[in-house]
């Protein structure tokens, strides 16, 4: 009876969750504009949309600031992990709490925060300030990717090494860094991917002359979205899901 | 004393986190070659005073002379003492071998006298052909020597434990504190070890050090900590012990449970209230008629070696060691010889024992 | 990039200082902790965190000229029903939210944000907990698989899956062409409260799953066993022990979809069409059409509140905030 509950429940829900995406894949490889009506197998939109220097650009400016904002994310959120686990109590806590205010925060006071920030202080918005944006709201999900590691470590690893001689940058470097590589792997793709997809901060911290991917299929919502962007986001979808097979057959070949 | 005999020197040494004491006005001095143990219930401030010579804490106030310098405010990593820590904290994402060459690595020793000297820590710790494995891999015994290994291949000239046989069950713990007392003696490198456990103490110390809020209780060799505890509270806290309040009537003679007792101690006031300390091995089941006082046995315990039996004379409940048994409900005699009736001045309560965490 | 004098200060600040302390944490003196190393952190978070929500205190009680003012949420209460004649003539829809000619826009709005949102939570919970349920059970092999299955979905542009509804809910879409085949009439669809919670839900509904199934799996089965074993039947086991022990997960599964969805934003002006408005867009619209900061700062921290009101409510429920580890 479960089973068979299961058999028609799940296959649903699954549909529903992917209904949509089957259909802009499928639209991707439609000739025809149409959304509706099917004209033909065609990588018309794959072609265009690498002949199209907007959307190129765009593409640019998401793939270089996830990248930028997740390293410095995760060097920021690493170091700040590591402060942080060394704390008292009452002072980690205190951080904490300041970690958590932009993960509770809806999007849109986030994006609205910062762009009042940045008109305060005059500071134009664009590339720079979209980079900083995106820093602010990765860098929580580093440290809390990176705590748990830095909790399973054993508290006196840190002072054996310096006990063994070595200066707390070496024991840092070969000692710390090392034990809590996984998790700092994780807040780095955490990273990458939130960045990679936002929308609501980058379009409150940057000018319509720097747009992201978001803020592009944004502002062509009202045009209409060609299949173009369809068909990149197939393409980045597919780039995605190979770079989780490829994470996932390396840690489960650590596991052996 | 020497002044150069002594290696280590803690000179008034007072450590206060936030509020609280937990170390007043230390004095000790740790002499080379010598196993001294810091011995004492948890919260006593024996790890503290470890750490503060390990350099991983740093006194609020006083100095540590370490061959004659001051090396107070020196990081860890500038002190040639080394640290086997509580859970060994090996590094886990090294492998056994790595783990021993970390500190020499560091002192940038070259290749082949670090796999030298890894191969001689690795027999001495007999565990040959372990350089491969993961330290997750071994048992707790198996890492322990790995920690102490990884400690000794530095050859530091002080030794640090802090209560490294603690995760251990008893068996190896036993075996391990024979091996520990075989190498300090085979490498002659001072060894300052803690520990709760009284006995893992008198096994292995030249020199015990009994601490208690703090404060240094009695500093001495086990034998003479065992036989003459300057107070209740290192009888009880050593060994099992009967103390009961006795009066000073005059030097050698000491008056409790009604009687008058003839001991060896003197330099009491006259009539001073005292503490009398009668270890259970060393009353005597003796007939009736020849009894230093006589009473009945309330319950018998067989402990192996040797029977436990309380037996209430003169009032009290006297505990007894003793390979001969009464049976319960027996009416026997009891008798102690004078050199192991022990007294003690009486403690003034500086503070609630059970007030410590 | 055209900065002003104060901005490049800003930046060339901020940068120096960034190198300057994650040097200094990494040539830190022996006497010194290392919680130095959080140093940089907690500068930016002051920077770019702190200062901002202070920020938006500072217009939401003060007006254009910078003195202050209560006036801003006045207005809150006060409705602009001016601003409503005007919606009304930009082609508002008052019936589809619910509206009244009378009363305030904004309190309407917050009403309709509220209403969807609570909507959307229970939809969320009834459809999600069976299937985290379902796929939580330890005999169900595919369990794992499935939920990787949910995740996967989320790595699509949200605004074009949510324009890829579009596709199949308009009048002459995929599900109406399908509906025209079949020989039954066109469905209205799209333009509708009922297409935004439907985007909504869509959009929201794995962060429903996730926490519960957390919670579920993470449950010792003999739990249950032992439930089975006092004589409870398969109901009453999940009833008084599968189920109260899977309430953390099922509170920070409320908490993940409410928040995002009281200020969901261009969801409703996709698929509502511009004819519903919820408070995320009234937001951003007052802040970028209407050009008042003041107003829209007073708009958002009225929302934080909100916000922080509800959290402290279920950290009452679960006060471990244990079901929240999705990542």
Redesign the interface.
């Known amino acids: 009876m479960k089973k068979w509950v299961r058999g028609i429940y799940l296959p649903l829900i699954l549909l529903f969750l992917y209904l949509p995406i089957v259909v802009l894949i499928v639209q991707s490889f439609n000739a025809g504009v149409s959304r509706a009506r099917w004209e033909g197998f065609s990588l018309r939109w794959y072609k265009e949309l690498f002949a199209s220097p907007q959307i190129m650009r765009a593409l640019y400016v998401t793939l270089s600031i996830a990248v930028l904002a997740s390293i410095f994310a995760t060097i920021l959120g690493t170091l700040a992990a590591i402060g942080i686990n060394s704390m008292g109590k009452k002072a980690s806590s205190a951080m904490l709490t300041l970690t958590n205010i932009p993960m509770t925060m809806p999007d849109i006071v986030t994006g609205i925060s910062l762009m009042l920030l940045f008109i305060f202080t005059k500071v134009s918005r664009g590339y720079f300030t979209m980079l900083l944006a995106h820093v602010t709201f990765n860098t929580p999900y580093v440290i809390l990717s990176v705590m748990p590691k830095l909790r399973e470590m054993n508290k006196y690893s840190y002072e054996a090494a310096l006990d063994l001689g070595a200066t707390p940058s070496y024991a840092l470097r070969h000692v710390i860094l090392p034990s809590i590589f996984p998790g700092i792997t994780t807040g780095a793709l955490l990273s990458f991917t939130l960045s990679l997809d936002d929308f609501t901060i980058s379009y409150f911290t940057t000018s319509p002359l720097v747009q992201n991917l978001s803020t592009l299929i944004y502002s062509e919502a009202r045009k209409g979205i060609k299949p173009t962007m369809n068909a990149l986001s197939a393409l980045m979808f597919v780039a995605l899901l190979i770079l989780l097979l490829v994470v996932n057959r390396r840690t489960s070949a650590d596991h052996k | 004393m020497e002044v150069s005999n002594r290696l280590i020197d803690l000179q008034n040494i007072t450590k206060i986190y936030g509020e609280t004491e937990v170390l007043s006005d230390i004095n000790l001095y740790i002499r080379k070659n010598e196993f001294l143990t810091l011995l004492g219930p948890s919260g006593c401030g024996k790890t503290t005073t470890l750490r503060i010579i390990g350099g991983f804490e740093y006194p609020t106030k006083g100095r540590v002379i370490f061959d004659g310098k001051d090396i107070t405010n020196d990081p860890p990593y500038k002190r040639r003492v080394n640290t086997v820590f509580q859970k060994y904290a090996l590094f886990p994402h090294l492998n056994v071998y790595d783990n021993i060459a970390f500190g020499l690595r560091i002192a940038k020793m070259d290749k082949k006298q670090i796999a030298l000297k890894v191969g001689k820590m690795l027999e001495l710790v007999n565990l040959q052909g372990y350089e491969k494995r993961s330290v997750d891999s071994l048992s707790g015994g198996q890492q322990q020597r790995i920690a102490i290994a990884r400690a000794l291949v530095n050859e530091p000239e002080v030794l640090l434990l802090d209560e490294p046989l603690a995760a251990l069950d008893l068996k190896l713990r036993k075996g391990m504190q024979l091996e520990l007392k075989r190498m300090q003696q085979a490498l002659g490198i001072t060894f300052v070890f803690v520990t709760h456990d009284q006995e893992e103490a008198l096994t292995m110390s030249d020199t015990i050090a009994v601490m208690r809020d703090g404060k240094i209780h009695q500093i001495d060799t086990p034998k003479h900590i065992y036989d003459e505890p300057k107070s209740a509270y290192i009888a009880n806290f050593i060994g099992e012990s009967n103390i009961i309040r006795g009066t000073m009537i005059q030097d050698e003679l000491v008056h409790f449970c009604g009687q008058d007792f003839v001991c060896v101690d003197s330099g009491f006031d006259k009539n001073e209230e005292v503490d009398v300390l009668i270890r259970p091995e060393d009353l005597h089941i003796v007939g009736t008629d020849v009894a230093q006082l006589t009473g009945l046995v309330k319950s018998v315990l067989f402990k192996g070696v040797h029977y436990e039996m309380i037996i209430e004379a003169g009032g009290f409940e006297w505990k007894v060691h003793s390979t001969v048994m009464a049976p319960e409900g027996s009416q026997v005699g009891l008798s102690v010889i004078p050199f192991d009736i022990h007294i003690m001045r009486v403690e003034k309560e500086e503070s609630d024992p059970g007030g410590e965490e | 990039?055209?900065?002003?004098p104060?901005?490049i200060g800003?930046?060339v600040f901020s940068g120096v200082l960034?190198v300057f302390l994650?040097a200094y944490?990494?040539?830190?003196h022996?006497?010194m902790?290392?919680?130095?190393?959080?140093?940089?952190?907690?500068v930016?978070?002051i920077l770019?965190?702190?200062?901002?929500?202070f920020?938006?205190g500072y217009?939401a009680f003060t007006d254009v000229n910078g003195k202050f003012t209560l006036e801003n949420f006045a207005n809150f209460w006060d409705s602009n029903r001016e601003m409503k004649r005007q919606l009304i003539g930009m082609g508002f829809s008052l019936e589809e939210m619910g509206m009244t000619a009378r009363g305030s826009v904004n309190v309407d709005t917050l009403v309709y944000s509220l209403k969807m949102a609570f909507g959307c939570t229970v939809i969320c919970l009834l459809?999600g907990y069976?299937?985290a349920l379902?796929?939580a059970?330890r005999k169900?092999k595919l369990g794992p698989t499935?939920i990787i299955?949910?995740i996967?979905?989320?790595?699509?542009?949200?605004?074009?899956?949510?324009?890829?509804?579009?596709?199949?809910l308009?009048d002459?879409?995929?599900i109406n062409?399908l509906m025209t085949r079949l020989g039954l009439p066109k469905l209205k669809l799209m333009y509708n409260t009922r297409a935004v919670l439907l985007g909504m839900v869509?959009n929201y509904?794995?962060f429903m799953v996730f926490p519960i199934y957390n919670a579920l799996s993470k449950q010792d089965v003999r739990l249950s066993e032992a439930a089975q074993d006092l004589g409870a039947n398969n109901f009453l086991t999940f009833w008084r022990v599968v189920f109260p022990l899977s309430m953390p997960g099922i509170v920070s599964g409320i908490t993940m979809v409410f928040?995002?969805s009281?200020?969901t934003?261009?969801i409703p002006r996709?698929l509502g069409g511009g004819n519903t408005e919820m408070f995320?867009d009234l937001?951003?619209r007052t802040?970028l059409t209407a050009d008042n900061?003041n107003v829209?700062?007073a708009l958002?921290l009225l929302?934080?509140v909100l916000?922080?009101m509800s959290?402290s409510l279920l950290r009452k429920v679960d006060p471990e905030g244990e079901g929240g580890?999705f990542?």
């Open positions: 990039m055209n900065l002003s104060f901005g800003l930046i960034f994650i944490g990494f040539k830190v022996h006497g902790h290392r919680s130095i190393f959080s140093s940089p952190y907690t930016w978070m770019f965190t702190v200062v901002p929500l920020l938006i217009y459809l069976p299937a379902l796929i059970d169900f499935i299955l949910f996967i979905p989320m790595w699509m542009n949200f605004l074009l899956r949510t324009i890829a509804w579009m596709s199949l308009e002459n879409g995929l062409s869509y509904l794995p928040m995002p009281v200020t934003f261009f996709v995320g937001i951003e802040f900061w829209g700062s958002s929302m934080m916000i922080l959290i580890s990542v």
